[in-house]
């Protein structure tokens, strides 16, 4: 199954965007950040894509100046 993995530059802005993320009433599971992506932070945010509007996630992480990369993973 394909989902979207979301990285981050720091374990405070993982934590942040958790609790923003479960505000809006996204469903999405906390990670280790997968080994073949490289990241500052060991936390990642894994969301089913059929549960993942982008827009709406990019506008209130940004919002709340959290920078982050959108990377796709299939997990068997």
């Known amino acids: 199954m394909k ?3 979301l ?3 720091s374990t405070h ?4 965007s ?3 993320l479960t505000g809006l009433g996204i469903k999405f599971d906390i990670i280790p950040t997968p ?9 990642a945010i894994r969301i089913n894509p059929a ?3 982008e827009q ?3 506008s209130i ?11 796709e993973k299939v997990y068997k």
């Open 3 to 5: 989902y979207f993995i």
């Open 7 to 9: 990285i981050f530059e």
């Open 13 to 16: 802005h993982s934590l942040k």
């Open 18 to 20: 958790e609790k923003l």
């Open 35 to 43: 080994k073949e992506i490289s990241s500052d932070c060991g936390m």
């Open 51 to 53: 549960l993942f509007d």
């Open 56 to 58: 709406l996630v990019s």
């Open 61 to 71: 992480l940004n919002k709340n100046n959290i920078t982050f990369h959108l990377h």
